[in-house]
């Protein structure tokens, strides 16, 4: 059994790792990092990366989102500037380096230091190595996903465009993508700012080419007085009702034991680079400023058990979402 062949298997139970060692065409791979900082008046999102394109064009790249001011920033390095751990989440891209607890920038506009502590890992079962559960298994997925931390306390300050940024109190998020592009429609929404301190909502809802055809799959992980509570494709979970217009996101979910009701309020977006056959020639647009309603509620007798609402929540709404429409 060859080291290659170890590395990729035992990587599939540690998703928040570089998964591309043998990849050489139409691959990405991007880490997510969200800040918000105590007061709430900043919020960034940093993501590095790698893309292969069809013919083997390769870079490494850091996007960067202001979301309260609504601009982006794509920063192109040479894919030789790209180095990562084999047994372990640390990725370098020049002199910028990335860990499930550091983030250390240096490039133009940007530069700083992160900690982050306290991190809220997803599960891992032996049969559900991540949010993805058995799915993570199966071999040339358009899309992988990964949770690396649902939410975290940061420390340390950052120098964006001159002005003196401190994230210290302030909270985090982190997530990831690798494969080939991104679904063709899908409707992704994040926050862990809601009224309750302790509590962080993820979910997603994404066309999933299967086969030769395709369906709708779903995840969303609330974190909740110390617990995971998911609904998932494959944990007998149901999508109720998915709806999206101009002004709001409105989905519905149930698992044998809970019903969770969300509503997410958008607000004007900022567009970002995404992959498209591992070219980061895509478009999609990503707001920080969502406002996301949601209720928790037992599925047998109504009762509710959670109601809150969540500011600085992530919302992007993707593609032909016609095809992921479902409910009354």
């Not at 591309?20 to 919020?43: I, M, R």
């Not at 030789?80 to 607890?101: D, P, Q, R, V, Y």
């Not at 047998?300 to 709404?317: A, N, T």
Request: proline content about 4%.
């Amino acid at each position: 059994m060859n080291s290659s062949f170890i590395t990729k298997l035992t990587n599939i139970f540690h998703p928040e790792r570089f998964q591309g060692w043998d990849k050489q065409f139409q691959y990405f791979e991007g880490w997510y990092f969200k800040l918000v900082n105590q007061s709430g008046t900043e919020a960034i999102a940093v993501i590095p990366g790698i893309a292969m394109d069809e013919q083997g064009n390769k870079q490494a790249f850091i996007q960067i989102l202001d979301g309260k001011r609504k601009t982006a920033q794509y920063h192109k390095f040479p894919f030789e500037s790209f180095t990562a751990s084999k047994n372990a989440f640390e990725i370098s891209i020049g002199e910028n380096h990335f860990s499930s607890h550091l983030m250390q920038l240096n490039i133009e506009n940007i530069q700083g230091c992160l900690r982050f502590n306290g991190n809220i890992t997803w599960p891992k079962y032996l049969l559900s190595p991540g949010i993805m559960g058995p799915y993570s298994f199966v071999p040339y997925m358009e899309c992988y996903h990964g949770i690396v931390s649902m939410n975290h306390q940061i420390e340390g300050s950052l120098m964006l465009n001159g002005n003196s940024i401190n994230f210290s109190n302030g909270k985090g998020y982190l997530e990831k993508d690798w494969g080939k592009s991104f679904p063709s429609s899908y409707i992704w929404l994040q926050s862990n700012h809601f009224l309750e301190e302790a509590v962080s909502l993820k979910c997603s809802v994404a066309k999933i080419p299967w086969l030769r055809s395709s369906f709708v799959g779903f995840i969303a992980g609330l974190w909740w007085k110390n617990k995971f509570i998911r609904f998932t494709t494959y944990n007998r979970s149901k999508l109720v009702k998915a709806f999206a217009n101009l002004e709001y996101v409105e989905i519905e979910m149930e698992n044998p034991k809970y019903h969770l009701e969300i509503i997410a309020v958008r607000d004007a977006p900022t567009a970002l680079a995404s992959p498209i056959l591992g070219l980061m020639d895509g478009r999609i647009e990503e707001t920080m400023n969502a406002t996301i309603h949601i209720k928790l509620s037992e599925r047998r007798s109504g009762k509710i058990l959670y109601m809150d609402k969540g500011k600085h929540g992530g919302l992007e709404v993707a593609g032909n979402v016609e095809e992921l429409l479902t409910g009354s």
